[in-house]
């Protein structure tokens, strides 16, 4: 008798609303939930002081922040400086400890910019993008001299280390390039270490071949890549710097300007670089 009552007391209106409601109220919650974010950091300079701050900034908000599921870092960059590189190599290193960091290589990702690049998960890069570059390289302190007029408490005082010192610094930075290198690339690694320390730059398509990379293609690859690793679907791009309330801000220009007012292929201060130099003119 109770269930003859039932359809009479819902009528067809009152079936079609309990079947229908449920669908609405889904509908709604899904609008209250975030969408999962794809954030993107973009590096398109040199890595030093500036650039290093930026992209730490960049890599704590996606740290910080759940609905960042993943991270795509792209790149076209010659490298930098080594504790700027450095410092930006160990945030990714942290933030990969939480979420998928995928690289994507536009026109370039030449020493210190590849360096970051064995730190993530997954390397994309275009067939004709420069790839490489492993190594160091830096000025060498000029020897001891004396001058009458100028007076200082020690022989290194005014260049800091003597010529060998520097020579094994640069080795030890070198080494550790490569085991990143290494350890960053595993199995996929096609070549042996005398080839990588070569410091030779390799068409995207070449680096595939070596192992430098995983995969020849485009932004919408990086995207797929990162919501397959994310495990994600219906997401949404965003760049991080917007996220992260970062403002452009004037610094001291990275790389000498020639007499002629042009940019030269050199960095203004002296240090010791991961960098890729595309004409090696003679030093003035």
Do not use: C
Not at 26 to 49: E, H, K, Q, T, W
Not at 111 to 132: C, H, K, M, Q, R
Not at 147 to 170: A, F, N, Q
Not at 214 to 224: C, I, N, P, V
């Amino acid at each position: 008798m109770n269930e003859q009552k039932i359809p009479g007391l819902l009528g067809k209106g009152g079936w079609f609303l309990l079947i229908i409601l449920p669908i609405i109220i889904g509908f709604l919650i899904s609008f209250l939930i975030p969408r999962p974010i794809i954030g993107v950091i973009n590096l398109n300079d040199a890595i030093y002081d500036l650039t290093a701050k930026e992209m730490v900034t960049q890599l704590t908000y996606a740290y910080d922040h759940p609905e960042v599921r993943a991270v795509i870092i792209s790149l076209n960059s010659p490298g930098g400086t080594v504790t700027d590189t450095e410092a930006i190599f160990l945030e990714i290193a942290r933030l990969r400890q939480k979420k998928p960091v995928i690289t994507l290589i536009g026109g370039m990702a030449a020493s210190g910019a590849y360096y970051l690049s064995v730190g993530t998960d997954f390397i994309i890069a275009n067939p004709s993008s420069e790839v490489g570059n492993v190594g160091v390289w830096n000025y060498l302190p000029y020897p001891p001299s004396i001058e009458e007029d100028l007076y200082s408490t020690g022989p290194y005082k005014l260049w800091g280390s003597p010529r060998d010192t520097v020579i094994r610094e640069m080795e030890m930075i070198k080494e550790g390039f490569l085991q990143a290198v290494i350890l960053g690339r595993g199995d996929s690694l096609k070549v042996k270490k005398e080839e990588i320390l070569r410091g030779q730059i390799y068409p995207g398509a070449e680096a595939l071949r070596m192992g430098l990379i995983d995969a020849l293609g485009s932004q919408s690859l990086a995207y797929e890549k990162a919501a397959e690793l994310a495990f994600i679907r219906h997401y949404q791009v965003s760049d991080l710097r917007e996220l992260s309330g970062l403002t452009t801000i004037n610094s001291f220009p990275f790389f000498l300007t020639a007499p002629d007012g042009g940019t030269t292929p050199y960095p203004n201060e002296s240090g010791i670089f991961l960098l890729y130099i595309p004409s090696l003119e003679k030093r003035q």
